[in-house]
């Protein structure tokens, strides 16, 4: 069951790994949200641009979109 505030992994190829429901569409009072409803969610984006240099920790914590964007890593 979902509910507000859940955080759910995502199953699909848009970029996001884990987003959090925000609200479930089309319910005024129903609290959870089963197969096929649509919810509105949200995800950040770990970020586009980089400008400087970056510490070598980040390729040891999967954080390889940051990795290949960065002009310098040390």
Same mark, same amino acid.
Request: charged content about 20%.
């Given at each position: *069951?979902?509910? /507000?505030?859940? !955080? &759910?992994?995502?199953?699909?190829?848009?970029?996001? %790994?884990? &987003? *959090?429901?925000?609200?479930? #569409?089309?319910?005024?009072? !129903?609290?959870?949200?089963?197969?096929?409803?649509?919810?509105?969610?949200?995800?950040? /984006?770990?970020?586009? %641009? #980089?400008?400087?240099?970056?510490? !070598?920790? &980040? !390729?040891? &914590?999967?954080?390889?979109?940051?990795?290949?964007?960065? /002009?310098?890593?040390?």
């Amino acid at each position: *069951m979902i509910q /507000p505030q859940t !955080r &759910l992994n995502v199953a699909d190829n848009s970029g996001a %790994r884990e &987003l *959090m429901c925000i609200r479930i #569409i089309g319910t005024s009072n !129903r609290r959870y949200a089963h197969i096929g409803d649509v919810i509105v969610a949200v995800k950040n /984006p770990k970020g586009t %641009r #980089i400008f400087g240099a970056i510490a !070598r920790e &980040l !390729r040891q &914590l999967n954080f390889t979109k940051i990795v290949s964007v960065a /002009p310098e890593v040390f």
